[in-house]
């Protein structure tokens, strides 16, 4: 077997495993999402309040909360997930009326070539293995003078909790996100020389670092590349509690740090 074949194939492994995870996660998802809808709504903030007549994908659309704020703003939604799960509760959230569902890879979309006047995509793309292949596809897909609007998290996110694993084991517990710098380079090589960057840092409280691992699985975001998906023991979990207290504020909270790309693409 070829190591590019190797690769390919560890590929659509860990597309199905990051699959399977949100699928899990779908019918609870929106109990632990609250920082989610907080990037979704500054990066909805962005685009247009009048979508009528205008036909928006939904790129990573989850349950489905953003393509219902789409199709309020009277857009025609296109809700495309890698999750079927995720595609099912986005149905009975929206139902059939002016919005249609497809099970789709962002890194290859089975849709004509400027077929859409927007693109949403908020807190997908980081699952993609390399950044160029969606944001080639993104552009790919939209009109010409058309835009698109994603959201994604950079290098530094969750720091806090990466840091605490380390002082249990060298295994790898929390994903690694790409740079700021990686991301330039994803869109000069995906031709979307027309763009800007909003890079905020949102800082979300805990009571208990459980907590925050609560939120990541109950959002189908405990997926590591790489890892073993085995359980983690209680012990573990326990000394990954003591050592996160050193970075409780006075208030006996604990942070959860994150470092956030909103960008927004002009054709």
């Known amino acids: 077997m070829s190591q590019t074949h190797a690769i390919e194939i560890n590929t659509l492994h ?69 999750s079927s799960e995720m595609l099912v509760q986005a149905k009975i959230r929206c139902g059939d009326v002016g919005i249609t569902y497809y099970q789709a890879d962002a890194e290859a979309l089975p849709f004509a070539s400027g077929s859409f006047d927007y693109v949403f995509s908020s807190l997908a793309l980081q699952w993609c293995d390399d950044l160029v292949l969606p944001l080639r596809q993104t552009h790919r897909v939209l009109k010409p003078q058309g835009m698109a609007y994603f959201a994604t998290l950079l290098d530094g996110s969750l720091f806090e909790l990466k840091q605490a694993w380390t002082k249990i084991d060298t295994h790898q517990h929390v994903n690694d996100f790409i740079t700021l710098n990686q991301v330039k380079i994803a869109l000069a090589q995906s031709h979307c020389c027309h763009h800007q960057l909003d890079l905020p840092s949102i800082t979300v409280w805990y009571d208990k670092a459980l907590s925050l691992m609560r939120d990541l699985k109950g959002i189908g975001a405990n997926h590591v590349s790489g890892r073993s998906q085995g359980l983690t023991s209680r012990k573990a979990l326990l000394q990954v509690e003591q050592a996160y207290q050193a970075f409780q504020n006075h208030q006996g909270l604990l942070p959860a740090t994150y470092q956030v790309c909103l960008g927004v693409i002009h054709r």
């Open 14 to 82: 860990d597309k199905a495993a990051i699959a399977h995870s949100f699928s899990r996660a779908a019918k609870h998802y929106d109990v632990h999402a609250a920082f989610q809808r907080d990037v979704g709504h500054r990066l909805l903030d962005k685009m247009p309040r009048n979508l009528v007549g205008k036909r928006v994908l939904d790129l990573g659309c989850g349950t489905g909360y953003f393509s219902e704020q789409l199709r309020r703003r009277g857009a025609y939604v296109v809700c495309a997930d890698l």
